[in-house]
């Protein structure tokens, strides 16, 4: 199983970054996919996630309005477009696959099946 994160990079406040990860090994369709993140000195927070068919989609409250967690299950990859970026968003942001719907509302603790190698976002003021 492979996760393979991009499209982070350095970006000014109020800008806009779109990542993507792309998922092979496992049936795509059936996965809750979540995007995470972890800045320095920071545990490692999950910023949104979406059950297979994207009925169920949760967002951490610093995130909602400016952040959207999207699929393509024909491409078998999740997309996380960050818009309004905030330095406190900077982080390096991980894709993460769960077999269980339930990982969408998980607890902080919970540890997703599969995680991507993640993907670094600055944002500069």
């Known amino acids: 199983v492979q996760l393979q994160a991009s499209g982070g990079g350095l970006v000014q406040v109020g800008g806009s970054l779109r990542l993507s990860c792309v998922v092979s090994g496992l049936n795509f369709r059936s996965y809750t996919m979540g995007w995470f993140r972890q800045a320095p000195g920071k545990e490692r927070e999950r910023v949104a996630a979406?059950?297979?068919?994207?009925?169920?989609?949760e967002y951490i409250d610093s995130v909602k309005g400016r952040f959207t967690i999207s699929r393509d299950n024909a491409k078998n990859t999740v997309f996380l477009q960050m818009n309004s970026l905030k330095p406190e968003d900077t982080a390096v942001y991980y894709c993460g696959a769960d077999q269980f719907e339930s990982a969408v509302v998980a607890g902080p603790t919970y540890d997703y099946d599969y995680w991507g190698q993640g993907t670094l976002v600055t944002v500069s003021s």
């Open positions: 979406m059950n297979w068919s994207g009925e169920s989609i």
